[in-house]
């Protein structure tokens, strides 16, 4: 009797203490926060990526947590109702502090600002080598301390210890960068299609084989996505141009001929920054390397200046009308005397053209962290007197001292071709 007494003393502390510990993890759950760290997020009604959407939210929302289950998050809606987030997609704030990590400034003159936007006051300068705390992003941003108070970096000119790397062929995460992205069983476009991801969803990618990334659903079944179709930081644009597959098929970008325009050239060297860098070099190299994404993808690509020769105008336009171009790109980059001025801007003179500048710049909004100037009217030779499809892209100011050396990076180059590259490929299905 006094054994059976016992046993059941044990068993109601066990039970005490397991009710006490449980309830402890639900009023840390409830005291937690999510931060949206995706350009847009899909609320759902159950923790998986097949529940049906019941709200949207945006980067940088925040809302309370309910509780936690198989890596999601219920969350409190405004409307007083709940819903489930996956926990790859947000941020989580506790009443845990955090620590700020470790990050080196790469470039010199690099500018602190008072608020995300480089629209925002600048409050002191930073040079390459120097170490910065950060602890949060928020739209390309990381927020620093900055003689102790808090500041504002962009984060292109961050770079991060390499511990804090993702390998991309196993590890990392596979963002969606468009909406009814197909997730397939197999690294095939033919491939049965498992389910559809939508803009601003990451998935951890577990492999990679050839074009196609190897990822892990919410449900905890492996799916491919092609790696044409998401980014890998968050950026929302692809990382790299397709080479005849399902988007080339599709888009009807093989056989197209493509006129690309880099500005200025020989004598004429346009705008530059305040390294030194021209506008006439810039556009060249651009140029190249769309010319190149394009030619993989089957497209005719037609260059009106191979190197630095000055081509005149009538010569750009002619080159268009003689070999009656699907489409005519006039690459350029901005100036301005007020040196605040930034953006991305995409022209059209006729009617007819106005299509391609629309697709072209709602793909450049998208994927880039630049201000978006939005489609414009331009009176220019080059899209005036020509008889096709075309546009005129100013695709960042060179007077802008951040912007300026920002669009000259690699990193740049690659995310603006990428997104032409998309613009061309959404303008022609």
């Not at 006439?280 to 497209?299: F, I, N, V, Y």
Request: glycine share 8%; hydrophobic share 35%; net charge neutral.
């Amino acid at each position: 009797m006094l054994v059976t007494i016992r046993r059941f003393i044990a068993c109601f502390i066990f039970l005490l203490f397991s009710s006490l510990y449980i309830n402890l993890l639900k009023a840390e759950a409830a005291e937690a926060v999510v931060q949206i760290e995706v350009l847009k997020a899909n609320i759902r009604s159950e923790p998986a990526n097949t529940a049906d959407i019941i709200a949207k939210a945006e980067r940088n929302d925040r809302f309370k947590v309910l509780q936690e289950k198989f890596g999601w998050y219920e969350i409190q809606l405004p409307n007083g109702g709940s819903g489930w987030i996956a926990g790859y997609i947000v941020g989580v704030e506790s009443h845990h502090s955090e620590n700020g990590k470790q990050a080196t400034i790469t470039s010199d003159h690099v500018h602190v600002r008072s608020h995300p936007s480089i629209s925002a006051n600048i409050i002191g300068k930073l040079h390459k080598g120097d170490q910065v705390t950060y602890t949060k992003e928020q739209n390309g941003w990381m927020n620093i301390t900055y003689n102790n108070q808090s500041a504002w970096i962009s984060k292109q000119f961050l770079r991060f210890p390499e511990t804090s790397k993702q390998d991309t062929q196993s590890g990392g995460f596979a963002y969606i960068s468009t909406d009814k992205t197909n997730l397939r069983s197999g690294a095939d476009t033919s491939a049965p299609i498992i389910t559809k991801g939508s803009t601003g969803e990451r998935y951890p990618i577990i492999g990679q084989e050839g074009d196609w990334y190897k990822i892990t659903l919410a449900s905890g079944r492996d799916a491919y996505v092609a790696g044409w179709v998401v980014s890998l930081d968050g950026n929302s644009q692809s990382q790299a141009a397709p080479t005849m597959n399902e988007t080339n098929r599709t888009s009807g970008l093989s056989g197209k001929t493509i006129v690309l325009d880099a500005g200025h050239g020989g004598h004429d060297p346009g705008t530059a920054n305040h390294t030194g860098v021209s506008e006439k070099q810039l556009t060249m190299q651009t140029a190249q390397r769309l010319q190149q994404k394009l030619s993989d993808a089957g497209a005719k690509v037609i260059l009106t200046r191979s190197d630095d020769r000055y081509v005149t105008l009538d010569a750009r336009v002619s080159s268009a009308n003689r070999h009656n171009a699907d489409a005519f790109i006039s690459l350029h980059y901005d100036s301005s005397v007020n040196p605040e001025a930034n953006g991305v801007t995409a022209y059209y003179y006729h009617g007819y053209q106005y299509d391609l500048a629309s697709n072209v710049n709602q793909v450049l909004e998208s994927a880039l962290s630049l201000n978006n100037r939005g489609i414009r009217s331009g009176n220019y030779h080059v899209i005036r007197e020509n008889t096709r499809p075309a546009t005129l892209l100013e695709l960042g100011y060179l007077s802008h001292p951040d912007e300026g050396q920002y669009v000259t990076s690699d990193s740049y180059q690659e995310l603006v071709t990428n997104s032409i590259y998309n613009g061309l490929q959404s303008y022609f299905k």
